[in-house]
């Protein structure tokens, strides 16, 4: 499995950004995908994470309201909207494929992808 993260960047409090990940490699016929984030001098933690095959998606709680993530089945991509960034949203995104859960341990992980918001 091969997981594509890209749309991070440098964004002010309050802006927007979209983060997109493409997979490709072994398919399976059920599975969530989602994200995680990691801060400086933090541990990684869940954000967000959606069955590609149906079903409600799961937030962290300090993303709800502001963060939507949505998928693409044809296209085997999933995009995390955030919106009313806060620096605290600041971290290194990484995406990531759960082949038995709900996006809360993933199985396959991509390559992470800078998200900084400034004050």
């Known amino acids: 499995v091969q997981l594509q993260a890209s749309g991070g960047g440098l964004v002010q409090a309050g802006g927007s950004l979209r983060l997109s990940c493409a997979k490709s490699?072994?398919?399976?016929?059920?599975?969530?995908m989602g994200w995680f984030r990691q801060a400086p001098g933090k541990e990684r933690e869940f954000v967000a994470a959606?069955?590609?095959?149906?079903?409600?998606?799961n937030y962290a709680d300090s993303v709800k309201g502001r963060f939507t993530i949505s998928r693409d089945n044809a296209k085997n991509t999933v995009y995390l909207q955030m919106n009313s960034l806060k620096p605290e949203d600041t971290a290194v995104y990484y995406c990531?494929?759960?082949?038995?859960?709900?996006?809360?341990?993933?199985?396959?992980w991509g390559k992470g992808t800078q998200v900084t918001v400034s004050s």
């Open positions: 490699g072994r398919t399976f016929s059920t599975y969530f």
């Open positions: 990531g494929v759960d082949m038995d859960g709900q996006g809360f341990g993933m199985d396959y």
């Open positions: 959606i069955s590609m095959s149906g079903g409600w998606p």
